[in-house]
C-alpha cells in the first residue's frame, strides 16, 4: 500500500513530502488563474493578461526542472497567446 504513495514520487527524485510540495506549488497558481480567466470571461476587462502570464510561469518552472541553472529558458516570442 506504500508503494502507491511513493513509487511515482521516486521515479522524479523526490520524497513524499517533496512531491506534495511541489503539486501543491503548481496547484494553488492554477486554481487561481482559472479563476482569474473565468471572471475575465464574464468581464473582459478584468484580469486581462493573468491567466496568460500563470500559464507561461508554470510552464517555466516545469520545463526548468532539474535542469542546469544555466539551461536556456523558453522561447517566449513563439508563445504570443493571451487568455
Known amino acids: 500500500m506504500l508503494d502507491l504513495f511513493t513509487r511515482h514520487p521516486r521515479s522524479v ?15 494553488f497558481p492554477m486554481l487561481l488563474g482559472g479563476l482569474a480567466c473565468f471572471v475575465h470571461g464574464i ?7 493573468t491567466g496568460s502570464r500563470c500559464v507561461k510561469l508554470l510552464y517555466t518552472r516545469i520545463a526548468n526542472r532539474g ?3 544555466d539551461a536556456e529558458l523558453p522561447n517566449w516570442a513563439a508563445f504570443d497567446a493571451v487568455i
Open 13 to 27: 527524485d523526490e520524497t513524499y513530502g517533496q512531491h506534495l510540495a511541489m503539486a501543491w506549488s503548481f496547484a
Open 67 to 69: 535542469r542546469r541553472p
Open 43 to 49: 468581464f473582459p476587462f478584468l484580469f486581462e493578461t
